[in-house]
C-alpha cells in the first residue's frame, strides 16, 4: 500500500514538474515575441505606374506618346517587373494600377501608401520634350525623408544601365507633395528621344530597370533597420 503511495507521489511530482515547465516555457515564448523586434515583417512599398486615368473630357490619359510608343505602356510593363521582383525580394508590393485603366485620382494613390502603412512609394514615368535631344534619367522627391532613397535609386539606376545621369531633382509633383511616406517619382529617360524611345520599347530594358530600382529599394529599407522597425 506504501509503495502504491510512493508511486503515486512520484507520478504526481512528475506531472507538476512537467506542467511547471511547461508554464514556464509559455511564458518566456509570450515574453519573447513580445519583446522581439519586427525583425520579419516585410516591408511594404506601393508601386506607382503613371498615368491611365480618365481626363476631364473622358480619354483616357496614355502620357506622352512619342514613335508609336505609349508612356502609360512602358511605364506599367516596367511597374510589373518591378512587383514581381520585389515580391521575390521580400516586399509586399501593391501597385495602383492594374491595367490600362486606374480608378485611383493622383491624390488617391499617394493616400493608398498611407492607408497601408507603406514604407515607400514609387511612381514611375518617362520624360518627354518637344525635341528629340534631351535625353537620360533623373528621380525627383519632395520631402526631406525621401532623398536618400532618390539619390540611391538615381545612382544605381543610372550605373546599371549606363543613361546619362540628370541627378535627383526636388520637385512638388502631386503625388510626392501627397505622400506621407518617403516617395519618387522615377522619369527613367525621354521617350522623345529617339534612341532612348527604342529602349524604353525592350522588355529586356524593363527587367533590367526594375531591377536595379528593386536593389535600390533594397538596400535603402537594409539601411533603416537600425532606426526603424520595419527590417526583413
Ligand atoms: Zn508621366
Known amino acids: 500500500m506504501r509503495m502504491i503511495h510512493t508511486r503515486i507521489t512520484?507520478?504526481?511530482?512528475?506531472m507538476l514538474c512537467m506542467a511547471i515547465a511547461l508554464l514556464s516555457w509559455r511564458a518566456y515564448e509570450i515574453h519573447r515575441r513580445s519583446k522581439a523586434p519586427t525583425i520579419n515583417k516585410r516591408p511594404i512599398v506601393v508601386i506607382d505606374a503613371g498615368h491611365g486615368t480618365f481626363t476631364d473630357i473622358g480619354l483616357l490619359d496614355y502620357g506622352a506618346t512619342r514613335h508609336g510608343i505609349r508612356e502609360a505602356d512602358v511605364v506599367f510593363e516596367i511597374a510589373r517587373c518591378l512587383h514581381k521582383k520585389l515580391e521575390c525580394n521580400g516586399w509586399i508590393a501593391v501597385t495602383t494600377r492594374d491595367g490600362e485603366f486606374t480608378p485611383l485620382s493622383l491624390i488617391e494613390r499617394s493616400m493608398l501608401a498611407s492607408y497601408l502603412g507603406a514604407d515607400a512609394f514609387i511612381s514611375i514615368h518617362t520624360n518627354s520634350f518637344r525635341t528629340r535631344h534631351p535625353s537620360g534619367l533623373?528621380?525627383?522627391y519632395w520631402s526631406e525623408e525621401s532623398k536618400?532613397?532618390?539619390?540611391?535609386?538615381?545612382?544605381i539606376l543610372s550605373t546599371k544601365l549606363g543613361m546619362k545621369d540628370r541627378g535627383v531633382v526636388k520637385h512638388p509633383f502631386t503625388v510626392l507633395v501627397w505622400a506621407s511616406v518617403p516617395a519618387v517619382l522615377i522619369e527613367l529617360g525621354f521617350i522623345s528621344n529617339p534612341q532612348e524611345a527604342t529602349r524604353l520599347a525592350n522588355p529586356q530594358?524593363?527587367?533590367?530597370?526594375?531591377?536595379a530600382i528593386?536593389?535600390?529599394l533594397t538596400l535603402w529599407i537594409h539601411s533603416r533597420c537600425d532606426e526603424d522597425t520595419t527590417c526583413f
Open 10 to 14: 512520484v507520478l504526481l511530482a512528475a
Open 138 to 140: 533623373s528621380v525627383h
Open 148 to 155: 536618400q532613397l532618390a539619390e540611391l535609386i538615381q545612382t
Open 205 to 211: 530594358f524593363h527587367r533590367k530597370a526594375a531591377d
Open 214 to 216: 528593386a536593389q535600390a
